[in-house]
């Protein structure tokens, strides 16, 4: 993000967004996000990159008001097309959209900013690269005239779309000549993986997972439905004779997936190499933000402090402790990372819980404090703001619920009474005043007030203990079975 003096400036600037799904449950979910993120970043090709999610924060209904720039650039992080891509996430961010992608994206004006949202990542024709990339990789010396690959996909009865990426690229790998034979096969549909001893008859065969990311199917599913001992297993006794399978790495974290993220990027619909402008709202936010530092000041857990041309920031009940006594960052994704999970090791999906594990500081120069204070309070700085200038707008329960659809479409049919129950419960700890309940916030940490952060919508959090507790499947304890 940008800088120094925040000053407005009348360069051009684009902002790239890549969105994930993200989880409730596990904080390692969106890892695969932050590592590209961080990749493209570095390359600095764009003026910011910003994660978004379904499941985490910022949120998808959020994550367009923390860009800089009025030039956005959309890409969903997901390894095919299906209801995610077509459903959800066109939905929460307002395009306007829903159904298949066209090859070229689509472009909308939202509030001042061009957004263009491509197709996923893993359906970009230059994934079959990595492909054969994580083949070699697998087998150094695989050869067209004994050596067979599989690509192997998740497979779902949900979208039809889902599968045609994996038989599309086995196709085009087909018609290269590299491997003796290829196969889609498929862990949730038909031809499923286990089947490979009947279908291949090259001696060797090397498996790629068309997955995004290294997790519960690759390493313990997939190896269980082939008789996997390791990244090499010789089987000795198939219908064709003896055959060795070459585990490979999944393609979605191979390095060259950011070069995928970045042609479509330059292939979206309406990409102009003049960029856009510094959105207004978001300058002045953070410019009320760095204001609030130089003078020193509380936000939610955090105190702020400037110090020698830098700015400390540590949890507010460390105010007093020396620096020696505690773990010390200089970066804003060392800020991030520290924070992610409170003192018991869990997650933290919801950054403003009253949950911020002790113990840190990070010190970091304004540059950096502004998307390390964004890490640690994902959309607050821009929402509060908003709310600080009676320009917030709140979306009630009702609107929220009658938006949901898929499995939590029966959020529609909880009673007001179920809602504000699930709602005393996941919103009895966290910072954020109900908005969208009705609450009232005169006040915000801007004029003052460290705790006062506005919620103008039901989190995603809320939405699915909502669904389970409609379902009957909420625990005496509150939490989801």
Request: glycine content about 10%; aromatic content about 6%.
């Given at each position: 993000?940008?800088?120094?003096?925040?000053?407005?400036e009348c360069w051009s600037m684009r902002s790239?967004?890549?969105?994930?799904?993200?989880?409730?449950?596990?904080?390692?979910?969106?890892?695969?996000?932050?590592?590209?993120?961080?990749?493209?970043?570095?390359?600095?090709?764009?003026?910011?990159?910003?994660?978004?999610?379904?499941?985490?924060?910022?949120?998808?209904?959020?994550?367009?008001?923390?860009?800089?720039?009025?030039?956005?650039?959309?890409?969903?992080?997901?390894?095919?097309?299906?209801?995610?891509?077509?459903?959800?996430?066109?939905?929460?961010?307002?395009?306007?959209?829903?159904?298949?992608?066209?090859?070229?994206?689509?472009?909308?004006?939202?509030?001042?900013?061009?957004?263009?949202?491509?197709?996923?990542?893993?359906?970009?024709?230059?994934?079959?690269?990595?492909?054969?990339?994580?083949?070699?990789?697998?087998?150094?010396?695989?050869?067209?005239?004994?050596?067979?690959?599989?690509?192997?996909?998740?497979?779902?009865?949900?979208?039809?779309?889902?599968?045609?990426?994996?038989?599309?690229?086995?196709?085009?790998?087909?018609?290269?000549?590299?491997?003796?034979?290829?196969?889609?096969?498929?862990?949730?549909?038909?031809?499923?993986?286990?089947?490979?001893?009947?279908?291949?008859?090259?001696?060797?065969?090397?498996?790629?997972?068309?997955?995004?990311?290294?997790?519960?199917?690759?390493?313990?599913?997939?190896?269980?439905?082939?008789?996997?001992?390791?990244?090499?297993?010789?089987?000795?006794?198939?219908?064709?004779?003896?055959?060795?399978?070459?585990?490979?790495?999944?393609?979605?974290?191979?390095?060259?997936?950011?070069?995928?993220?970045?042609?479509?990027?330059?292939?979206?619909?309406?990409a102009s190499e003049r960029g856009g402008d510094?959105?207004?709202?978001?300058?002045?936010?953070?410019?009320?933000?760095?204001?609030?530092?130089?003078?020193?000041?509380?936000?939610?857990?955090?105190?702020?402090?400037?110090?020698?041309?830098?700015?400390?920031?540590?949890?507010?009940?460390?105010?007093?402790?020396?620096?020696?006594?505690?773990?010390?960052?200089?970066?804003?994704?060392?800020?991030?990372?520290?924070?992610?999970?409170?003192?018991?090791?869990?997650?933290?999906?919801?950054?403003?819980?009253?949950?911020?594990?002790?113990?840190?500081?990070?010190?970091?120069?304004?540059?950096?404090?502004?998307?390390?204070?964004?890490?640690?309070?994902?959309?607050?700085?821009?929402?509060?703001?908003?709310?600080?200038?009676?320009?917030?707008?709140?979306?009630?329960?009702?609107?929220?619920?009658?938006?949901?659809?898929?499995?939590?479409?029966?959020?529609?049919?909880?009673?007001?009474?179920?809602?504000?129950?699930?709602?005393?419960?996941?919103?009895?700890?966290?910072?954020?005043?109900?908005?969208?309940?009705?609450?009232?916030?005169?006040?915000?940490?801007?004029?003052?007030?460290?705790?006062?952060?506005?919620?103008?919508?039901?989190?995603?959090?809320?939405?699915?203990?909502?669904?389970?507790?409609?379902?009957?499947?909420?625990?005496?304890?509150?939490?989801?079975?």
């Amino acid at each position: 993000m940008p800088a120094a003096e925040l000053a407005l400036e009348c360069w051009s600037m684009r902002s790239l967004v890549l969105i994930g799904h993200g989880s409730h449950l596990n904080g390692e979910s969106a890892a695969a996000v932050y590592r590209y993120a961080e990749l493209i970043r570095g390359r600095g090709l764009f003026d910011e990159v910003v994660e978004g999610y379904w499941k985490e924060e910022p949120s998808l209904r959020q994550v367009l008001k923390t860009t800089a720039s009025t030039d956005v650039t959309v890409i969903p992080m997901f390894i095919s097309e299906g209801y995610f891509t077509e459903t959800v996430i066109p939905r929460e961010l307002g395009l306007g959209h829903q159904g298949p992608v066209p090859p070229e994206g689509i472009a909308r004006v939202l509030g001042g900013r061009t957004v263009r949202y491509t197709l996923p990542y893993g359906v970009h024709p230059s994934m079959r690269d990595v492909i054969v990339e994580r083949a070699r990789e697998a087998l150094p010396d695989l050869d067209a005239a004994d050596t067979a690959l599989v690509v192997l996909g998740h497979g779902t009865t949900r979208n039809e779309n889902s599968n045609r990426v994996i038989y599309e690229n086995a196709q085009a790998l087909r018609g290269s000549g590299l491997f003796a034979e290829v196969h889609a096969l498929f862990l949730d549909e038909d031809p499923k993986v286990g089947t490979w001893p009947e279908k291949i008859t090259a001696p060797r065969v090397v498996v790629v997972p068309f997955f995004a990311s290294e997790g519960w199917h690759t390493l313990e599913t997939i190896p269980e439905d082939m008789g996997l001992t390791g990244d090499v297993t010789e089987f000795p006794d198939t219908p064709h004779g003896p055959q060795t399978v070459y585990y490979a790495k999944p393609v979605g974290t191979h390095p060259a997936v950011a070069d995928v993220i970045l042609h479509l990027a330059e292939e979206a619909r309406g990409a102009s190499e003049r960029g856009g402008d510094e959105d207004r709202a978001w300058h002045a936010a953070w410019q009320a933000l760095v204001s609030l530092a130089r003078r020193g000041g509380r936000l939610g857990e955090v105190l702020i402090s400037a110090q020698s041309g830098v700015y400390e920031v540590r949890h507010a009940l460390d105010e007093g402790r020396p620096g020696s006594d505690l773990t010390t960052v200089v970066t804003p994704e060392g800020l991030r990372d520290l924070t992610r999970r409170d003192e018991g090791g869990n997650h933290r999906p919801v950054h403003t819980l009253r949950n911020l594990p002790r113990g840190w500081r990070a010190v970091l120069s304004e540059d950096d404090l502004v998307r390390g204070v964004h890490f640690l309070y994902p959309a607050v700085v821009e929402e509060t703001y908003a709310h600080h200038c009676r320009t917030l707008r709140a979306t009630p329960w009702p609107t929220t619920a009658r938006r949901q659809t898929g499995i939590y479409s029966r959020v529609q049919r909880a009673t007001p009474e179920q809602v504000e129950h699930v709602a005393s419960e996941v919103c009895a700890n966290c910072l954020r005043t109900r908005l969208w309940a009705g609450e009232t916030l005169a006040q915000t940490f801007f004029s003052g007030v460290p705790g006062a952060i506005p919620c103008a919508e039901a989190c995603t959090l809320l939405v699915a203990e909502v669904r389970e507790e409609v379902s009957g499947k909420r625990g005496a304890g509150g939490h989801s079975h």
